[in-house]
């Protein structure tokens, strides 16, 4: 029966996820938002997204106390509040990176490579948990190389290659960044669930870490506006004329061009803020290139959270909700460690290529083949289970 609820649990989180992935990019394509530009940024959407998780979790758990449960079950205790406030601390930075990739990039091209740190799990289940590393996590590892590799074969090998199938720099440091937090919150996920008081339910766990998340999410979006405008990043002194003119000039219309070019003047090859402008005109150049997303960081965390554009935030609500559900699978099956069965939470990953095909995204057959071997090497490491059982760790409190 054991195995019956984790095949389960497993089904449910993978739907969850790879309804996550798609209700992201949908929230941040135009033709999906009544053809407006977004006007949302990642941060703004996650504000959003947890929100609407938290609402979630609320709900179930006043759910919980109606059923009988007693209060005093929601508190976990110190020790798992602490990893339940790391956790959510990785998880904003994580949350604001999947709203920041699916502008740019389908995700059948990214998705795979967020996921390379299942690749290290087994190491780290041995270190924490003493879980056995096996033949097989080395086959495991072999194929997800071999996986991530076959995508970019066309590219290595000189064939012609659409621009937008290749990962800039940017890109790449956000999945590493993704891999460090996705890592960590598999790890902390496991002592959470291991040092929670007994009897504290994943609901009771959920809703504490969307309200950790809650907190450090608001704060960015307050402080770090703040900060972006005392350091005068969107009315730069001097940009680089190739910067300014494909990062700035391609994304406005013929009128705010005309305006930023009467407030800079083009020198050795840089764009420079004219001198002595008046306080109104600081403002609106402010406004203008804040507009474009020219500083990538402070870009992030900029706008109201009453957007005008209401459309993405209804995806982002939706994605909200199957957060939710595969947090709580998530804290449900952390009694077990996590290398053992998180890599089955990502079979989704060998289907999602096929779904974007169905979006019209261009897929090509070395993504789809990258997908599906990334995907099996993923599931090979833990695919002796029947030589290793799956054994609960052990708790804290008993």
């Known amino acids: 029966m054991e195995w019956l609820a984790l095949i389960l649990w497993l089904s449910i989180i993978n739907g969850a996820l790879g309804g996550q992935y798609i209700l992201n990019w949908m929230g941040n394509q135009e033709r999906f938002v009544g053809n407006q530009p977004v006007g949302v940024s990642p941060g703004v959407m996650t504000w959003w997204r947890e929100i609407s998780k938290l609402a979630w979790a609320v709900i179930a758990v006043i759910i919980e106390l109606f059923k009988g449960k007693k209060i005093k079950l929601l508190w976990p205790g110190l020790l798992s509040m602490g990893t339940i406030i790391i956790c959510a601390f990785t998880g904003v930075i994580e949350n604001i990176g999947f709203f920041y990739l699916p502008r740019y990039y389908s995700p059948h091209l990214f998705a795979p490579y967020v996921n390379i740190y299942l690749a290290f799990l087994p190491l780290f289940g041995k270190i924490l948990f003493n879980a056995p590393i096996r033949k097989e996590h080395w086959i495991g590892i072999f194929l997800v190389v071999i996986g991530l590799t076959v995508p970019y074969l066309p590219r290595i090998f000189g064939g012609a290659v659409d621009a937008k199938a290749v990962l800039d720099g940017a890109a790449i440091i956000w999945i590493v960044i993704i891999n460090l937090c996705l890592f960590s919150q598999q790890i902390l996920n496991n002592k959470t669930v291991q040092t929670a008081f007994k009897d504290v339910g994943p609901n009771a766990l959920v809703m504490w870490r969307e309200i950790w998340k809650m907190i450090f999410i608001t704060s960015a979006l307050f402080i770090i506006p703040i900060v972006g405008d005392w350091m005068h990043a969107n009315i730069p002194d001097t940009v680089k004329a190739s910067t300014f003119e494909t990062r700035i000039l391609t994304k406005l219309n013929t009128e705010e061009k005309e305006y930023l070019q009467n407030c800079y003047v083009l020198k050795n090859n840089s764009y420079e803020l004219k001198e002595e402008l008046a306080p109104v005109t600081q403002e609106n150049v402010k406004k203008i290139i804040a507009k474009t997303e020219y500083h990538r960081f402070f870009s992030l965390f ?96 008993k």
Request: hydrophobic fraction near 50%; avoid cysteine.
């Open 302 to 397: 900029q706008g109201s959270i009453i957007p005008k554009n209401w459309w993405p935030i209804l995806f982002v609500v939706l994605a909200g909700l199957t957060g939710y559900i595969y947090s709580f699978g998530f804290f449900k099956l952390a009694k077990f460690s996590a290398h053992f069965w998180v890599p089955y939470t990502n079979v989704y990953l060998a289907v999602i290529p096929f779904v974007m095909f169905l979006f019209g995204q261009n897929v090509t057959v070395y993504q789809v083949a990258g997908a599906v071997i990334t995907t099996a090497g993923l599931m090979v490491g833990v695919s002796d289970y029947r030589r290793n059982k799956v054994e609960e760790i052990e708790k804290k409190y």
